[in-house]
């Protein structure tokens, strides 16, 4: 019988009549089980993140993960500092406590060329006559941490901040895996560690990550409804913006989906008995601590150069970003002498990659009109090679950033690609500037249509409000309108629709349904057979259900989900236009912004007559009744989260299943939740969630099952 059998037969009523012997026997038995379960899980964690050698498969760890959260509700008087639960997060911070440093947290003078690196080294010769050598390590470009340990226990963990004193982000820290709740002291054998120590590092999310999390966001993003360029705007920067955002976030359980990594590059305190900095990081590395393999003892600064020479070329090929190299005295007894000034020790010197920029001619200046009507200046470049690709356009931001950086047409200017998606203009070599150059004059018109443009009090960017007439603004719109999940007219593309804007035969996405075949034909490239596939598909989009008409209207925050339940609340346009904001506000998961949202939309007069003329058309502006009737009341009162990949049914099959038979369904686990239809590839979060608030995980085919004797 395994320990947890034995345990639960223990747990279950209690046959010897003895309650209080038999409950302590359950409750030693508990602790015995959640200390070793501990030891196993951490362990195994260590194995799969630091060594990247796992025993057990990921399933085999969540299982027993599961059984050590369990057994802690249960016996929450057992639960360990160390427990592997305590990564998952859950707790809130509303302030990140101020914490003092008990080692000032020091930073690193820069260098930028092999120059700057001998005269490094010749001040060392200067002071010291010891020999000494060097380690080279990476420079991780992500957010400092200082990990305090109180006997062999992860206490705190504190930002850099000023240097003197840091943020206790203590909840969020512990959610990185590879960090140790707990030090291995077993792997120590005679060596002794002292009571209290402090381990330092670098705390970074991968480029993977950083995609992903941006990827999700994006698609949250289009779901509620938000265009490109406001899409654009709420995306993290890069992968250090992340990482420092992800550490200040208040709900540690966010923090955890982060997965944040980290390596970590000095142990701190006395009584440690190393004598130099690569049997520090090797020590580091034996207690369980993550440290780069990537460090290098050097006898010499042409060592030292080699190594930084030999990551330039690689860098790129590292799964996380850099951007330099810190060179280290690696003897203790030279690092003494040497001493360290107010802000940085004599000992090291960061070497800094140049950011990967090229310089090259600004040719012009355009403008770049966005679906929201904002306006990006872009600069036009002659082709330059950089890191990789040509680059032709980089960002300049807006009006400000040309203005204070004196940006001109003609001018020579330097382009970096930093982190950031688009290259951008950094500088601007005057020196080479043409004598009759001007400054460049910012538009005040639109580029595209002409009408002034307008800037909002303490906004950076300038709009053209012309919604109706300006094309983009124009396009944008219509391009939303026939997507998949709206209108879903896949007859006609993106060039398509500009073209017919273009050209003048669209003006708004009325326009549509007066297309006629004699002014398409009448275009270079458009034969019968196209023509009359565009036309079929606008004809049989007439038939799209009201929700997804409502949607495909694009007013702004009224994404696919928001606009189901208007339409179910409203079930007529008509209703919906004279609501007043009260009404809107009444209705299911509808808030202030929307409901103002929608107040303003339907409060202009080209909306409302764009609406007339789309209802004259033919398209459905009454809920179909019919089809949210449920088919059976079997699943009244019942409500559900879908998640996941499934094989019989797409997801919205299954919700539609729901709503037919008298289901409701819901975006997010919740107390109220009766089911999660769990798929695959269904994330954690929900199914914690859901074991949180006690709610059933059921399979598809169980789902199914339910509904079956009516369908
Ligand atoms: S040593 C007393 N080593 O660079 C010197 N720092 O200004 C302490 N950094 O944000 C720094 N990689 O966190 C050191 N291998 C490395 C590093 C590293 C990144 C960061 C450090 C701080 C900045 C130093």
Redesign the pocket.
């Known amino acids: 019988m395994s320990q947890d059998q034995r345990l639960r037969t223990q747990d279950s009523p209690n046959m010897s009549g003895n309650f209080t012997f038999t409950a302590m026997v359950a409750e030693n038995q508990a602790q015995e089980r959640i200390h070793q379960l501990v030891q196993e899980l951490n362990r195994h964690n260590h194995l799969y993140y630091n060594e990247a050698q796992p025993e057990i498969s990921d399933y085999a760890f969540d299982q027993l993960l599961e059984e050590l959260i369990q057994l802690e509700k249960a016996f929450p008087q057992f639960v360990q500092p160390d427990s592997p639960s305590q990564r998952v997060g859950g707790s809130v911070t509303k302030q990140f406590e101020a914490v003092s440093h008990r080692f000032p ?6 260098s930028y060329s092999r120059d700057d690196l001998m005269e490094f080294d010749q001040r060392i010769q200067k002071a010291v006559t010891l020999p000494y050598t060097y380690v080279c ?9 200082g990990l305090q340990y109180e006997n062999g226990l992860l206490k705190r963990a504190v930002t ?1 901040g000023d240097g003197l004193q840091g943020d206790d982000v203590t909840v969020n820290v512990k959610t990185i895996r590879s960090i140790p709740l707990k030090i291995n002291t077993e792997a120590l054998g005679q060596t002794a560690i002292p009571e209290t120590f402090e381990i ?3 705390i970074f999310m991968t480029h993977k990550r950083f995609d992903e999390m941006n990827e999700a966001r994006r698609a949250e993003l289009l779901d509620l409804g938000y265009d490109e360029d406001q899409i654009r705007e709420r995306l993290f920067k890069n992968p250090r913006n992340a990482t420092a955002g992800s550490l200040k976030m208040q709900d540690s359980a966010e923090v955890a989906k982060r997965k944040l990594d980290c ?1 970590m ?2 142990l701190m305190g006395e009584g440690f008995g190393e004598e130099s900095h690569s049997d520090n990081l090797s020590l580091a590395r034996k207690l369980g601590f993550p440290v ?1 393999e990537a ?1 290098r003892q050097c006898a010499n600064l042409e060592e030292v150069f080699q190594f930084i020479d030999e990551w330039e070329g690689k860098r790129d090929q590292l799964p996380f970003d ?5 060179v ?1 005295v690696n003897e203790y007894a030279v690092q003494r002498l040497l001493g ?1 000034t107010a802000k ?2 004599r000992w ?1 010197i ?1 070497f800094k990659y140049k950011a990967r920029e090229a310089q090259t001619r600004l040719l012009s200046i355009s403008y770049q009109v966005g679906r929201t009507g904002a306006i990006t200046p872009v600069a036009n470049l002659q082709p330059v090679f950089l890191s990789g690709t040509t680059v032709k356009r980089a960002s300049l931001y807006n009006a400000d950033y040309i203005a204070e950086m004196d940006i001109r047409e003609g001018d020579t200017v330097f382009v970096e690609k930093g982190g950031e998606i688009i290259p951008k203009v950094i500088r601007v070599d005057t020196t080479k500037r043409d004598l009759f150059s001007t400054p460049h004059v910012y538009i005040d018109r639109c580029p595209e249509c002409n009408t002034p443009l307008l800037r909002k009090e303490g906004e950076a960017l300038h709009y053209c409000p012309n919604e109706s007439g300006c094309p983009p603004q124009i396009i944008g719109r219509i391009v939303h309108f026939v997507g998949r999940k709206a209108m879903d007219i896949n007859t006609l593309g993106e060039k398509t629709i500009e073209l017919f804007v273009r050209e003048g035969l669209l003006h708004d996405v009325a326009d549509l349904y007066s297309l006629r075949a004699e002014s398409i034909l009448g275009l270079e490239g458009f034969k019968e057979l196209s023509t009359k596939n565009i036309l079929e598909g606008i004809e049989a989009s007439k038939a799209v259900p009201f929700e997804r008409v409502l949607f495909a209207l694009g007013i702004r925050y009224v994404g696919e989900t928001v606009a189901k339940k208007l339409a179910l609340h409203f079930r007529t346009l008509d209703a919906l236009m004279e609501a007043d904001l009260e009404q809107l506000r009444a209705t299911e998961e509808i808030g202030e912004v929307i409901a103002l949202s929608v107040q303003a939309f339907f409060s202009q007069p080209n909306n409302l007559a764009v609406c007339r003329r789309l209802q004259e058309a033919g398209l459905q502006f009454v809920l179909n009744e019919e089809a949210y009737k449920p088919k059976s009341d079997r699943l009244a009162g019942k409500s559900f989260v879908v998640s996941g990949v499934f094989s019989v049914f797409s997801r919205d099959e299954l919700k539609k299943k729901i709503e037919e038979n008298g289901g409701k369904v819901l975006s997010g686990v919740s107390a109220s939740t009766s089911y999660l239809i769990a798929g695959e590839k269904m994330g954690p979060e929900k199914r914690k969630k859901a074991e949180k608030f006690n709610v059933p995980v059921i399979s598809e085919e169980e789902f199914v099952k339910m509904i079956a004797e009516h369908d």
């Open positions: 947290f020091l930073s690193l003078s820069n390590e990476l420079k991780f470009d992500g957010v400092a941490i850099r330092r590092g670098e390596f590059y000095a780069s460090s850099i951007d330099g190299v810190v280290k360290s940085s020790p090291a960061a």
